[in-house]
């Protein structure tokens, strides 16, 4: 099996594929999409502790070789997970996600799953409306790992950490060498579990917030009253009676403020431009 670099491939070894899914913890009744299942490591494992695994793969001759050793609970989609309609897979309830995913492709893949993660399938009649995914077990270079889990005040804490935050819980579930893989990257990865919560940005307020991070974040050396500024003189707001509104000290960093404190912030913004 010839891994191909613009697929950015690096396939699990037997030891370590069997690692990851007793990490995942599969469940009987668990319908699962799997991102990227290569030559079937993971699928191989899963299927049989499992109802059933929609496998998603953009190497076709992979894909092709996948589907003659497969059980029948598996189907293999050819094709590119960032433009699958994955929400179209859990109309029969909500799914697991796995994946060993393409560092060069990881952040987007992430963001994907968050945004798909926000929409609900309808419900049958007499029954609640589902979210789509239940968890992501994902497959990613240690250092985004590392971010996802990061602790308000530390450098990992970030963008990154703040928007997974804001509708996932990150779990840190294992810590892989580079020998885990054929062929081996030249760095570690880790496996991390995201358990979908419902979003908690309030309706209404997600383009300012998202907003208001990012701007903050990328001026991270600065104080949150001067990181403010640019932000909140587009809004035409006073960055110092935002603040004091949301009971923030403008002295602090960006790092400095957990995802309770930029959501106060964000509403605080919105409140005084409606103001004005």
């Given at each position: 099996?010839?891994?191909?670099?613009?697929?950015?491939?690096?396939?699990?070894?037997?030891?370590?594929?069997?690692?990851?899914?007793?990490a995942i913890a599969p469940q009987p009744?668990?319908?699962?999409?799997?991102?990227?299942?290569?030559?079937?490591?993971?699928?191989?494992?899963?299927?049989?502790?499992?109802?059933?695994?929609?496998?998603?793969?953009?190497?076709?001759?992979?894909?092709?070789?996948?589907?003659?050793?497969?059980?029948?609970?598996?189907?293999?989609?050819?094709?590119?997970?960032?433009?699958?309609d994955l929400t179209g897979y859990a109309?029969?309830?909500?799914?697991?996600?796995?994946?060993?995913?393409?560092?060069?492709?990881?952040?987007?893949?992430?963001?994907?799953?968050?945004?798909?993660?926000?929409?609900?399938?309808?419900?049958?009649?007499?029954?609640?409306?589902?979210?789509?995914?239940?968890?992501?077990?994902?497959?990613?270079?240690?250092?985004?790992?590392?971010?996802?889990?990061?602790?308000?005040?530390?450098?990992?804490?970030?963008?990154?950490?703040?928007?997974?935050?804001?509708?996932?819980?990150v779990t840190p579930l294992l810590t892989?060498?580079?020998?885990?893989?054929?062929?081996?990257?030249?760095?570690?990865?880790?496996?991390?579990?995201?358990?979908?919560?419902?979003?908690?940005?309030?309706?209404?307020?997600?383009?300012?917030?998202?907003?208001?991070?990012?701007?903050?974040?990328?001026?991270?050396?600065?104080?949150?009253?001067?990181?403010?500024?640019?932000?909140?003189?587009?809004?035409?707001?006073?960055?110092?009676?935002?603040?004091?509104?949301?009971?923030?000290?403008?002295?602090?960093?960006?790092?400095?403020?957990?995802?309770?404190?930029?959501?106060?912030?964000?509403?605080?913004?919105?409140?005084?431009?409606?103001?004005?």
């Amino acid at each position: 099996m010839r891994p191909r670099k613009r697929f950015g491939q690096h396939f699990l070894v037997s030891d370590w594929a069997q690692k990851v899914v007793e990490a995942i913890a599969p469940q009987p009744a668990d319908r699962f999409v799997e991102i990227g299942p290569g030559p079937g490591a993971l699928t191989l494992r899963l299927a049989p502790k499992v109802s059933q695994v929609t496998a998603i793969e953009i190497d076709r001759d992979l894909a092709g070789d996948l589907r003659r050793i497969v059980p029948p609970n598996v189907d293999v989609v050819t094709g590119d997970i960032l433009q699958a309609d994955l929400t179209g897979y859990a109309t029969g309830g909500p799914l697991r996600i796995a994946g060993n995913l393409p560092y060069n492709i990881s952040t987007p893949i992430l963001f994907m799953l968050l945004a798909a993660g926000k929409h609900g399938q309808p419900a049958p009649p007499g029954a609640h409306a589902w979210p789509p995914f239940l968890d992501a077990a994902l497959m990613l270079q240690r250092e985004v790992a590392d971010r996802l889990a990061a602790s308000t005040g530390t450098k990992d804490y970030g963008v990154l950490t703040i928007l997974t935050a804001a509708g996932a819980d990150v779990t840190p579930l294992l810590t892989l060498p580079p020998g885990a893989f054929r062929p081996a990257p030249k760095v570690h990865s880790a496996l991390v579990r995201l358990t979908f919560v419902p979003s908690r940005v309030p309706a209404g307020l997600t383009s300012m917030f998202e907003r208001l991070v990012r701007v903050l974040f990328m001026q991270r050396r600065k104080t949150v009253g001067n990181a403010l500024r640019p932000f909140a003189a587009e809004a035409g707001v006073d960055p110092a009676r935002a603040l004091e509104a949301a009971a923030i000290d403008p002295r602090l960093r960006p790092e400095n403020l957990d995802l309770e404190s930029l959501l106060r912030l964000a509403a605080c913004v919105s409140s005084l431009k409606s103001e004005a």
